[in-house]
Each structure stands twice: as structure tokens, then as C-alpha cells.
């Protein structure tokens, strides 16, 4: 029962992997009114505080026991509120997921950690009236310069950037004398006048006219363009016409697409700061850009998945660029999808969602089919680019070298020669995908993962891709005491090697994850290599984003890998990736040409990407799904379970799959089994797969199971996770 005459209390979310809410009462001398509701609150928790989000204020129950007083609040007005608060809702409803690991999943680490919103106020300096008065009779220097600049009002700090070179060391001997101090300002945004573009082709100008045309509601519009289509320009323009009507525009990017490239173009082109977040910032540059836009201050991002949860007061468009890609996906923790997230957003604030890509996902393109989303193609490079030439080079019983044939090595000599620039893309990094005994067949495997250890370092380090663990080569083989050890297969350490010595002459560069691990690294890395002939050997962080106009050859290694996978996903992916590392050849005046080595040159996937491009392939591709009654014509969700003891995983996903079973609702369940990986880090993994025709139904049977999975002994035995829409069954 509820007691309606007791005062009202808080009841709040916090970040805890619990489905309720806790009921608070404000602390001494504090009311909770309805007011309340998105304001940080800082609670005790049993033996801890924690931080959480005021989310509904009423009276408490009637038999609950006595209710603790919360600590503090954090906020004068709510941080979380209106359509943000509204879709977080959503978001947990959606993916079945804690209120409280929600909105902490959408505030920055410092707002989470309980610290207050920061200022994003501007700093600038001033004389003070004794400086006013004293600047006459100082000597020539820096600092009588700088007060001379000062003598008209404040100068924020951007400007004297700009002005005066080394002002830092005068402002603080003119304020050591007492003569000129710091001071906060409204930050004023100091942007470069705006840059014209290229004139667009007709169909951009279409593309760009339907974006307009939808600015007053919500819209889903699909830009399906080939690669070097010119996306970005319409991207540019519909962003422009945004600013021009005062609103916000957010644009998502996937990780390895957020290149300096990019941003500058963004920051040219528009006239205004182009604020950016993505994971290599730090806590405190990631809480002033929400800020700032909370406050609505800002006006255009461009970031990652997580740029998703900004606050957008004044929203006028939301842009997905390669909406397909695989990293907007949330793989861990708060399973979301950041389009899918965008589309509901968007739909919620009323404005347009521009998604782009060279190879739409399968979904987007049966909402096209559909009607769900409009359907705008860009079907020519812009310019005077022209499509690569794509060669299939069968590599069957033909000698090998680090994996590469002697025809691919021809074909990068005579790019060479050219003075073109070679991209050599193998999607596995490390120096050898394993070390093998010749003698015994021993191999190198990760003793807390079903995997093996993948060779570094030119053959001198064993390191395991899934969960870290790093060892040295042994100096003989652990099994029967040979000698004979010996890397099998290639990665881009070994690629990298082996071109270097057959081309000693031009520059090899390796781009992956390895050489890329400080902050810049890889733009500085392409920056150096320039327009120079040269190779690039790198994995799929240089499939796109990256604008090379003197890149001749794309040569692809290692397709194989991919064309005989058991994820129904791989021959969408794999499509994806070859049509994205093939658009980077022949981007600008220069032709472009696109290797690729197999051992299956007759393999369907192969043949119809050649004969009728991307859309000829996700066409077939569609209607086996639908046949098969996978996505997007199902709808499913899995859940996972890890522990020390595959007992336990068993017995928690046979307590979920008897709870869905009993409830004879129109869904498929299969399971458990074990994960196509089934140990990682020392954990046994097992999961379950849930498919339904239709999304109502999967969604309530989920509705009407987890209190009982919750409560579950079993549960408490395993670590478990629910995702729903998963994209990689792993």
C-alpha cells in the first residue's frame, strides 16, 4: 500500500545490474517535488555512495522498512531531462536493461562520478585600473605590447592566440605586477569564414534538396552513394541549411572514420567550431562538450557511438555516415545500437535522420524496399573519378610468399614504377596467425582462451587477440623438443617485412592497431607518408575515412577467411569490407585498380560483387535471409552466460529456456550450446538465441521471463547478458 499522507520521496536509478528503482528521502531540509525529477543525487549504498538520477517522485510504500536520507544533491536543475530522459526510457524498455546502467551509460564519466557540471564559459584578460593607468610608463616588451592590446576591453584566449605570440609569459608578469588579470567570459566561437565547395552533380543536388524538404519532421532518409560518391558534401549542405535555421546537428561517425581529414573539411566548410567526442578524450573534454550542447551552446559534433546521448535542446538534423558499420554496436555492457538509437531520437525531437553509406546495412535497405526510409542513390564518383578496375587473381597451386602471389607482387611493382601508391590490405594484424612445430604439429594456444596465440614481433612474442595475454616465443617446442618452430600464414607485421625487402627503394608503412596506439598516431603516420609513391600494409582501419588521392592499387590478401564463415552475417560484412578497402583506388585524376587473391575465384559472393556490384549481392543476400527467417525478417535476441564451470552456464540457460517455453508464445529458442568461442579469458561461454517473426512478440516474452531470470538462483552463479538485435554471434 501506498501511504499518501507520508511526504514524497525520491526514487531513483542508479547504476547497479538490479531492474528497480530505491526509494530515498532528501536529505535534511530539502523537499522532493516533481521538480526533482533528472537531478544527481549521491546516496549511501550499504557500505558505499554511489551516484544516481532522481527518475519518478512520489510516496513511499507503506510496509517498506525505515528509508535512508540521501547524501547531497548534485544539481540545482535537472542534467537529464525531456526528450533525452524520454529515450533513455526507451533505450532500457528496448534492451531490457537496468534504468540505472542506462543513464549511466549515457552521462560522461566525470557527471557519473558525481562531479558537477563543468563551466564551458571562455577565458579571457583584462587590465585592471591599475594597469590602465600604469601601461604608459612601462618599458618596451612583451608586456607592454600585450597591455597595449588590452587597452580596448577583455581579449579571450583563442584570439590572443591568434594576435600575440607568447602572450602567456607577459600576462602573468603584468598580472605578478597586479596589472592585468584572468577573467570568465561567455565563450564566443571564433570560427574561419565558411569555404565554398565543389559545385554538386545533379544527383547530390537531389539528395540535398530531399533532405530539405523533410526539416520540419522527422524523416529517415537512406543516402545509398558509391564510394567517393561525394556523401559528405550533401552531409555539408544539410548541415549548413541546419546552422542557417539556428539548430543543432549531430553527426556520427564510426571509430576508425573520425580521421583529422575529416574535421578539417567539417570545420572549413561551416563556419562555426565543430566540437568533437570519441573514446581518446579525456573525462573532463568529454563533460564540457555535453555541457555545452545541454546548454546549447553548441552546435555541431561529430563523434563516435557514444556521441549519441548528447543533449540536443535545439536539434535540427542527426547524420549516420556508414551506417552499416559494425562498430555503432555496443558489444558489451548496455547492449545499444547508436543508429538504431539516432532513428528514435530523431523521431522523439521531430527532425530528419540522414543516414550514409557506400554498402547499407541489410536492414536499412529493407526499410527502403519497405517505404520505412527514403531512398536517395548517388550512383556516379563525384568529379572526374572513375570506378576501379576489379581483378580477381587465383592463387591455386601458385607459390606463395608471406602470403602474397607473385602476380600480386608484379602488380605492386608496376604501381610502383607509376609512381602510385599501393594500399596492401590484410585484415589480420600480428606478424603469424600461429606458431606451428614442423615436427610434431604443436601449436602456440592461449592457455585461457580456445584460440591461438598469434605471432608478434617479427616471430620474437606470443600474444592472444581476445584477451590480452602476452608471452615469449619458446625456444623449442614444448611438446617434443624440437627446433622446427615455425610461423604459419601472414599478418601485416610479416606482409609489412617481406615488401620491405622486395621494394627497398619506396617507403612501407603498417597501419594497425599495433602501430597506432598513441593519440594522433596514425594521422601523423599519414601525414609523413604523404602523396610519395610508397606502400601502406594495414588492416580495416584504412578501409575508410581516409582520403588518398595518389593511391593506384588497392591489393586484397586473405579474402578467403571470410567467404566460408558460420555467422549468417559474414558474407554481409565481408561484402561490405571489400567494396570499402576497393573504393579508397583511384579517388582522384588517377586511375585505380583492385587485386583480389583467392583460392575460390569462382565462389558465388565473388562472382556477384564483380558482375553487379553491392546491390546485386544484398539482393540474393535478402532473400536467403528471408527463406532462412533471419534478420531483418526475424527478430532476435540472445542471451550469454560465462563462468569457471560450464555447468552453471548450462543451468542458468536451461532455467531461461524453460521460462520462455512455458510461456507457448509464437518464438523460437535454441540452446543452450556453446559459443562459437567457448572459452575466453579463462571463462566458459555458452548462449542462447531467441528469433520471432515480429518484435512484439520477442519483446514480451522477454517482458514476462526476466523477473523470474533475475530471481533465479542459477543467475547468481554465472555472469549474464541479455542483447537484443545482436550483430555478431560470438
Known amino acids: 500500500m501506498l501511504d499518501t499522507s507520508s511526504p514524497p520521496v525520491w526514487r531513483l536509478a542508479l547504476p547497479l545490474p538490479l531492474p528497480r528503482l530505491f526509494d530515498y528521502l532528501p536529505p535534511p531540509g530539502d523537499d522532493a517535488s516533481a521538480a526533482d525529477v533528472g537531478v544527481r543525487v549521491r546516496v549511501p549504498f550499504g557500505s558505499r555512495e554511489l551516484v544516481g538520477v532522481v527518475v519518478e517522485v512520489g510516496p513511499a510504500e507503506g510496509d517498506a522498512p525505515e528509508l535512508r536520507h540521501a547524501l547531497a544533491r548534485l544539481d540545482p536543475d535537472p542534467v537529464l531531462q525531456g526528450e533525452l530522459l524520454e529515450s533513455l526510457h526507451w533505450l532500457a524498455r528496448y534492451t531490457h536493461a537496468p534504468l540505472g546502467e542506462v543513464l549511466a551509460t549515457a552521462l560522461p564519466a566525470a557527471l557519473r562520478r558525481g562531479e558537477p557540471l563543468p563551466d564551458t564559459h571562455a577565458w579571457a584578460w583584462q587590465l585592471t585600473e591599475g594597469g590602465q593607468t600604469a601601461r604608459e610608463r612601462l618599458r618596451d616588451g612583451r608586456p607592454r605590447r600585450l597591455a597595449d592590446h588590452l587597452l580596448a576591453g577583455p581579449l579571450d584566449e583563442d584570439r590572443l592566440d591568434l594576435a600575440f605570440e607568447d602572450w602567456r609569459s607577459a600576462a602573468r608578469a603584468l598580472a605578478k605586477r597586479g596589472l592585468a588579470e584572468r577573467v570568465a567570459v561567455p565563450a564566443v566561437a571564433h570560427a574561419p569564414m565558411p569555404q565554398p565547395g565543389p559545385q554538386l552533380n545533379a544527383e547530390q543536388q537531389a539528395a540535398v534538396e530531399a533532405v530539405h524538404a523533410s526539416r520540419e519532421g522527422f524523416a529517415a532518409l537512406l543516402l545509398d552513394g558509391v564510394t567517393g560518391s561525394g556523401k559528405t558534401e550533401v552531409y555539408l549542405h544539410a548541415i549548413a541549411d541546419c546552422l542557417a535555421r539556428g539548430r543543432q546537428a549531430l553527426v556520427l561517425v564510426p571509430e576508425i572514420g573520425l580521421t583529422p581529414q575529416t574535421l578539417a573539411r567539417f570545420r572549413a566548410r561551416l563556419g562555426v567550431p565543430v566540437h568533437v567526442l570519441h573514446s581518446a578524450l579525456g573525462d573532463g573534454e568529454r563533460a564540457r562538450t555535453w555541457a555545452a550542447f545541454a546548454r546549447g551552446e553548441a552546435r555541431v559534433v561529430v563523434g563516435t557511438r557514444s556521441a549519441v546521448f548528447l543533449p540536443l535542446p535545439d536539434a535540427g538534423l542527426i547524420v549516420v555516415d556508414e551506417e552499416h558499420d559494425g562498430s555503432f554496436k555496443q558489444l558489451d555492457g548496455i547492449r ?10 530523431g523521431k522523439a525531437l521531430g527532425v530528419p535522420v540522414l543516414l550514409g553509406s557506400a554498402t547499407p546495412s541489410l536492414e536499412s535497405l529493407r526499410n527502403a524496399q519497405a517505404g520505412r526510409y527514403a531512398h536517395l542513390r548517388l550512383q556516379q564518383r563525384a568529379g572526374d573519378a572513375q570506378p576501379p578496375a576489379v581483378r580477381i587473381c587465383d592463387v591455386r597451386k601458385r607459390p606463395l610468399e608471406a602470403g602474397l602471389s607473385p602476380e600480386m607482387l608484379d602488380t605492386i611493382g608496376h604501381a610502383l614504377d607509376a609512381d602510385g601508391q599501393v594500399l596492401v590490405f590484410k585484415n589480420r594484424r600480428g606478424y603469424a596467425p600461429v606458431l606451428l612445430c614442423h615436427d610434431c604439429g604443436w601449436s ?27 608471452g615469449p616465443v619458446p625456444n623449442a617446442c614444448p611438446d617434443c623438443g624440437g627446433l622446427a618452430l615455425q610461423p604459419q600464414g601472414a599478418g601485416t607485421e610479416r606482409i609489412e617485412e617481406t615488401l620491405t625487402a622486395r621494394f627497398p627503394d619506396v617507403p612501407v608503412l603498417r597501419i594497425d592497431r599495433g602501430t597506432t596506439q598513441r593519440r594522433d598516431a596514425l594521422e601523423q603516420a599519414l601525414a609523413k607518408f604523404g602523396t610519395q609513391r610508397g606502400i601502406l600494409v594495414g588492416t580495416q582501419m584504412l578501409a575508410k575515412g581516409h582520403d588518398l588521392p595518389n593511391l593506384t592499387l588497392v591489393a586484397v590478401v586473405g579474402v578467403d577467411e571470410g567467404l566460408f564463415s558460420a555467422d549468417f552475417r ?57 527463406l532462412a527467417g533471419f534478420p531483418p525478417f526475424a527478430h532476435m535476441a540472445m542471451f550469454r552466460a560465462e563462468a569457471k564451470d560450464v555447468a552453471a552456464c548450462d543451468a542458468f540457460l536451461r532455467v531461461v529456456r524453460e521460462a520462455l517455453r512455458a510461456l507457448n508464445a509464437p518464438l523460437d529458442v535454441h540452446g543452450p550450446l556453446p559459443a562459437p568461442m567457448p572459452r575466453r579469458a579463462g571463462f566458459q561461454r555458452m548462449q542462447l538465441l531467441l528469433s520471432a517473426a515480429d518484435r512484439r512478440s520477442l519483446h514480451a516474452s522477454l517482458d514476462a521471463t526476466l523477473p523470474a531470470i533475475y530471481g533465479a538462483p542459477e543467475a547468481r552463479r554465472v555472469r549474464w547478458s541479455l542483447d537484443v538485435d545482436p550483430v555478431d554471434l560470438y
Open 570 to 626: 559474414a558474407p554481409e560484412k565481408l561484402a561490405q569490407l571489400l567494396i570499402q578497402v576497393a573504393g579508397r583506388a583511384g579517388r582522384a585524376q588517377r586511375a585505380g585498380e583492385v587485386l583480389l587473391q583467392t583460392h575460390h575465384p569462382g565462389h558465388p559472393l565473388l562472382t556477384t560483387l564483380l558482375s553487379g556490384g553491392y546491390h546485386a549481392f544484398a539482393d540474393e543476400e535478402l532473400a536467403q535471409r528471408e
Open 336 to 345: 545499444y545500437h547508436a543508429r538504431d538509437f539516432a532513428l528514435v531520437r
Open 444 to 470: 602456440a594456444q592461449c592457455q585461457r582462451c580456445d584460440a591461438p596465440m598469434t605471432v608478434h614481433a617479427g616471430g620474437r612474442r606470443l600474444q592472444c587477440h581476445h584477451c590480452g595475454a602476452r
